[in-house]
């Protein structure tokens, strides 16, 4: 009888200090190697390639891009389907497929290879949910988010830096991401072990933040039914922010070739790293906050901060107030502090809030899958529309323009979500013990 405290410390110790940082590492090492799969070919330029007139990266982007929206499309119904159990042989396959697609990319003659990085884009896409469905839940699934979610930022200087360095060493544009991707196998396969061992959310867990597991075609409808109006301002704005994230990680080699630092191999780390860090303590520091309410609408004060970060930082540049890499620094610092919050944490929040019984990947990639479908045409306008501004241009404005219009979106979205909560304060939705039990599964 005297043993039973000291055998239950070791365990509340490892549930409530160790598990979320060893769950919030491996699921940002399973991300951070995706990313190995699919970022390492914008790190080349391609230079003097073109086909139909058309420069060839940019149909490398608009293929992988195309593949990775419609992936996202399918998430909407598969990912929240999904068993848990089947999750990492999932990601296995999916991430396996791909890199078969970039072998093929690199054998096959250059107007093939578009078709090759099409079918790149079309495993990917549906990763993210699968690996954020390990974490979701939980007490401290702010900070293992913030984690996963800092991939964004690392994870595309790390690839896009090693793609780099091979291509400066000789390696060929086609065949240096099928070589970036082998490189990261070992850790790929190692950090899916330990997500795949994480213990389900505990009784806590579940009291806390509302029990997880699948969503059926109904529940999906009567979710999207009750929080259709909060949802048409919030998809927009995720739409702008993905378009303006995917345009600077795959087009950043141009940026900053334009800023002068062409031939520069550790230029991605050096602004990346600091973006990283400051949102990662920003974002994960919501974890402190208990009551769910309150949480959800500082998500909303992140992203506003964001935008006024990004924008600002912008209009200071654009007046040579701003040395370049500063401003690269602080445009993609305000861009992720707005976007990185809408790939997990703000919806996981949204569940908790209103006693969701379900996943939050479901509503992730309902405005995932919009976001690159808006990238694909953004990038379809800037081609065929014959617009005469650099990258560097082309990025500012946009800039400026999603922002002013991102701080008017996230402002009515927070008043709507806030008074929708009123009104149902008093009604909260009950759970089942059926569902309580089999969220845990």
Known sequence: MERMPSSRRPASAWSTTLLPLVAGFAAFCTYSCMYAF????SAASYEGMSWLGVDYKIWLVIAQVLGYALSKLWGIRLVPELQTSRRAHTILCLIGLSWLALLGFALAPPVPGIVFLFLNGLPLGMVWGLVFGYIEGRQATELMGAILASSFIFASGLVKGVGKAMLLAGVSDHWMPFLVGLAFVPPLLLSLRVLSRLPPPSAEDIAARAPRGRMDRAARRQFVRRFLPGLLLIVPLYVLLTVLRDFRENFDTEIFRDLGFGRSAVVFGEVDTP?????????????LVRDNMRAFMLNHALIGGGLCCAGLSTVLFMHRELPPLSWMTLVGFGLYLAYIPLNGMFFERLMATFRIAGTASFVMYIADASGYMGSVAVLLARQFLALQLNWTQFFERAV?????????LIALAARWFWLHGRQNRHAPESLSPLEMESSRL
């Open 38 to 41: 699919r970022k390492p070919f």
């Open 275 to 287: 973006i990283g860090i400051g949102v990662l303590m920003l974002t994960a520091s919501l974890t």
């Open 400 to 408: 400026l323009v999603s922002s002013v219009a991102g701080l008017v």
